[in-house]
């Protein structure tokens, strides 16, 4: 899924500044290499968003209005263990059959990397691409994939290019950039993603928890009216493992179930939301983690010249550019209403809305606090 697709997973990146006069010269320096007629198993570098072999960017130009266009092309090749298996084995008993007696460890080795390297050589490479644009307005990099392999493989080929390091706009990294270092800190305690632990780290988490209610309430944001996509990942921690649950559906019984996991003061790990825009009546669809890993869903592009590809290319990121303004408002808004007692304040809410537990746990701080998790 890139980025003309309909749906796309999308990472950012911030990158304040780059020198983009030798722009096309850095990165047909790092350009993919074809590894067809070898048994190299890898092979990543840039190419053409537009054409995947062509490597120098003769054929379209990079820069397309105010972006920088290209992609990150990975072959790989792989051979089946249990084909290399059985190869190996029957050359060993042919070898063990001609000498009369057993294969030796050390040869038994070279014969199974011989037997590699042969199918290797028979097997054609798979390749992909993956789309980047780089936005210097905004100083962002956006990069078509959420795929962790992916992300290191082009944050690590991206410092090597232009020798700079790229910030990837986690939710802690995300507030410091739009609500500034003192207040980022406040919200998040530490100042820094809690990436690896048990539970989502608790401010984004809240975040998602905060729209799910806005849009449960029919409420709208700053012109973005919010609707569930009908399905919600939740986790909490319960002694020594990890309770997960996932509610699927929007109406009936999955809502109640919802909303009894939020009054549970389950931590919500990802989910599915709609974002429409009052002014223009678009919707946007999209996936979001708790690390703010989202597979954005554009609405149609509507261009009237659709031989006009600048214009068709533009016009789409318009569309995925409006989704992360919105997004991002969004956030800049939760981050200034934030206060530490907002856990127990939506776990008190979804308590009175979910059924049979109106009587429970009437008083808010009877509901479990599970931010220092």
Not at 147 to 160: G, I, R, S, Y
Not at 280 to 295: D, I, L, R
Not at 343 to 365: C, F, S, T
Request: aromatic share 10%; hydrophobic share 40%; net charge negative.
């Amino acid at each position: 899924m890139g980025f003309f697709s309909s749906s796309s997973q999308i990472s950012r990146f911030a990158l304040p500044s780059l020198d983009v006069a030798d722009f096309k010269e850095r990165l047909t320096a790092f350009a993919f290499q074809d590894i067809e007629k070898s048994a190299e198993e890898l092979s990543v570098g840039w190419t053409s968003i537009d054409d995947m072999d062509d490597t120098t960017f003769a054929l379209t130009p990079i820069q397309k209005g105010v972006l920088y266009t290209w992609a990150l092309r990975i072959d790989t090749r792989k051979v089946k263990p249990a084909v290399l298996s059985r190869l190996a084995k029957k050359r060993i008993t042919e070898e063990a059959d001609r000498e009369g007696k057993a294969v030796p460890k050390d040869r038994r080795q070279e014969i199974k990397e011989q037997t590699k390297l042969h199918l290797l050589m028979k097997t054609q490479p798979e390749a992909r691409t993956i789309d980047v644009l780089y936005a210097p307005q905004e100083e962002v990099v956006y990069f078509f994939s959420n795929n962790k392999f992916a992300v290191e493989t082009f944050t690590e080929l991206f410092e090597q290019t232009f020798g700079v390091e790229l910030e990837r706009l986690t939710p802690a990294w995300l507030a410091r950039r739009l609500a500034g270092q003192k207040r980022a800190e406040e919200v998040f305690e530490a100042g820094i993603d809690a990436y690896d632990a048990p539970l989502p780290t608790t401010v984004p988490s809240l975040f998602l928890a905060h729209l799910l209610r806005t849009a449960v309430d029919g409420g709208s944001i700053n012109g973005v009216h919010l609707e569930s996509g009908g399905k919600v990942a939740l986790e909490k921690l319960v002694g020594d493992g990890l309770e997960k649950c996932t509610v699927s559906g929007w109406q009936g019984d999955p809502m109640d179930e919802l909303l009894i996991a939020m009054a549970d003061a389950k931590r919500i790990s990802a989910a599915n939301l709609t974002l429409n825009d009052e002014n223009t009546q678009e919707s946007w669809s999209a996936s979001v983690s708790a690390n703010f890993e989202m597979n954005v869903k554009t609405p149609k592009v509507d261009v009237q010249d659709k031989e006009d590809l600048d214009g068709v290319f533009l016009e789409k990121f318009f569309l995925v550019e409006r989704f992360f303004q919105m997004w991002d408002d969004l956030y800049k808004e939760f981050l200034a209403a934030w206060t530490p007692a907002l856990e127990r304040e939506i776990a008190a809410w979804a308590n009175r809305l979910a059924p049979g537990k109106q009587d429970e746990g009437k008083e808010v701080g009877a509901t479990p606090d599970t931010r220092a998790v």
